[in-house]
């Protein structure tokens, strides 16, 4: 299985209600249709949720 660049945003989290991992960003209409239409577009929300990539630069 690949990895998306969603898989390590901060702001795709599991949603209890819906019982699947979500976008918590309010994305507008054009902005969801490029997300879900073009294969190489880039988030403009994206953020690492990674916490530990600060400590493994400082090593």
Known sequence: MTQSACD??????Y??????????M???????V??????HYQCPYYRNGDEYAVVRKQI
């Open 8 to 13: 390590t945003c901060a702001y795709y989290s």
């Open 34 to 39: 490029r997300f879900l239409s073009d294969t």
């Open 26 to 32: 309010d994305l507008d209409e054009d902005e969801l």
């Open 15 to 24: 949603d209890e209600n819906y019982e699947c991992y979500i976008c918590d």
